[in-house]
């Protein structure tokens, strides 16, 4: 005789059998409908949720490291530019430009008041930065930016322009033994617009396109 047990949870025979379908809505999780598009409780979108934004923060924060790292002189931050004597009579008639490396940053060494400064070539603003950012009128003897019309005094001051501040100055000192030493990495920022008192009349006819200078640097022989 036939066993004739059933082997099928839904043989007709199985008592307590039940449907195909029913087994289905048993393992369904049904959750209301958000429209056309991934549905947001998909566990592979709530990963790129959380991912996306990970990701962005992260390549921001990189990006920003880069650039600020770029904007930082890399090893030694001080140049020995010469004996101050001779230094103070390179720049006796004109500011002479000095590079940490032969490469930017760079400054104008000047004197006034007795006293030598290192004004930053970079100017203010973003337009206004590079070795050549902030050039030198040699007829005013004023400072200016070709590519913002800005210009600044014989002292940095700001005279005109779009820029919002007076040149920027890096740390320079004379050394007891009479080098003197400028500092790229100390940087002080320049008075701002509102701050400046006093603005010293041009030497002479103004600049309106600063002329490019071929050999401005300060080349003291050792």
């Known amino acids: 005789m036939p066993d004739e047990q059933p082997i ?20 369904r999780n049904l959750v209301q409908s958000r ?23 992260a390549a921001i924060l990189v990006i920003g490291a880069v650039f ?6 890399s090893g030694a931050t001080t140049v020995v530019i010469g004996h101050v004597e001779a230094v103070r009579d390179a720049v006796a008639e004109r500011p002479r430009r000095v590079c940490l490396n032969d490469n930017n940053p760079c400054a104008w060494i000047t004197e ?7 004004f930053n070539t ?13 050039a030198w009128c040699p007829s005013s003897g004023w400072f200016g930016a070709n590519s913002t019309g800005s210009r600044w005094d014989q002292h940095g001051q700001l005279a005109e322009g779009p820029s919002p501040r007076s040149l920027d100055r890096f740390t ?21 617009e509102w701050q400046v008192e006093e603005v010293r009349p041009p030497d002479g006819p ?17």
């Not at 199985?14 to 379908?21: L, M, V, Y």
């Not at 600020?68 to 002189?73: I, T």
């Not at 970079?122 to 902030?134: D, H, Q, S, W």
């Not at 320079?172 to 701002?192: I, M, P, Q």
């Open 8 to 27: 099928d949870a839904f043989d007709p025979r199985f008592p307590d059998r039940g449907t195909e379908q029913d087994d289905v809505d048993r393992k």
């Open 35 to 57: 429209g056309p598009g991934p549905n947001p409780d998909d566990p592979k979108v709530r990963i790129l949720r959380l991912a996306i934004p990970a990701l962005a923060a």
């Open 68 to 73: 600020f790292q770029g904007l930082q002189p």
């Open 112 to 118: 006034f008041d007795g006293l030598l400064h290192a």
């Open 122 to 134: 970079n100017g203010p603003l973003p337009e206004e930065y590079g070795r050549l950012g902030v």
């Open 172 to 192: 320079l000192t004379v050394e007891n033994d009479g080098d003197v030493v400028v500092d790229f990495a100390s940087l002080t920022a320049g008075r701002a």
């Open 206 to 222: 103004a600049c309106d396109e600063i002329p490019f200078e071929r050999d401005p640097d300060l080349d003291l022989q050792p």
